[in-house]
């Protein structure tokens, strides 16, 4: 048997420990699961992407691509943006 040693703040141990206690399990048991896993599948199951945007975040993002279709700007300066906005 070989040792790992990992280096986390306290306070991201403190929380997978509790995710991982509610399943019963440990940090020791999910680590070694993981690297079960890693030789298992031959590479790293991690999810590395961005969380979806939501529904108003999408319609946002719709109605920015409509605008810069367009290739006009809404307001001729940030100026003029910032008083449409009573900033």
């Given at each position: 048997?070989?040792?790992?040693?990992?280096?986390?703040?306290?306070?991201?141990?403190e929380e997978a420990s509790r995710i991982v206690e509610d399943?019963?399990?440990?940090?020791?048991?999910?680590?070694?699961?993981?690297?079960?896993?890693?030789?298992?599948?031959?590479?790293?199951?991690?999810?590395?992407?961005?969380?979806?945007?939501?529904?108003?975040?999408?319609?946002?993002?719709?109605?920015?691509?409509?605008?810069?279709?367009?290739?006009?700007?809404?307001?001729?300066?940030?100026?003029?943006?910032?008083?449409?906005?009573?900033?």
């Amino acid at each position: 048997m070989a040792s790992v040693t990992v280096r986390v703040d306290e306070k991201t141990k403190e929380e997978a420990s509790r995710i991982v206690e509610d399943f019963g399990f440990d940090l020791s048991s999910v680590t070694r699961a993981f690297y079960r896993q890693i030789v298992r599948e031959n590479r790293i199951p991690l999810n590395l992407s961005y969380e979806e945007p939501n529904r108003d975040s999408l319609e946002s993002i719709r109605e920015a691509n409509e605008i810069i279709a367009k290739g006009e700007p809404s307001y001729k300066s940030a100026e003029e943006m910032f008083d449409a906005m009573g900033v």
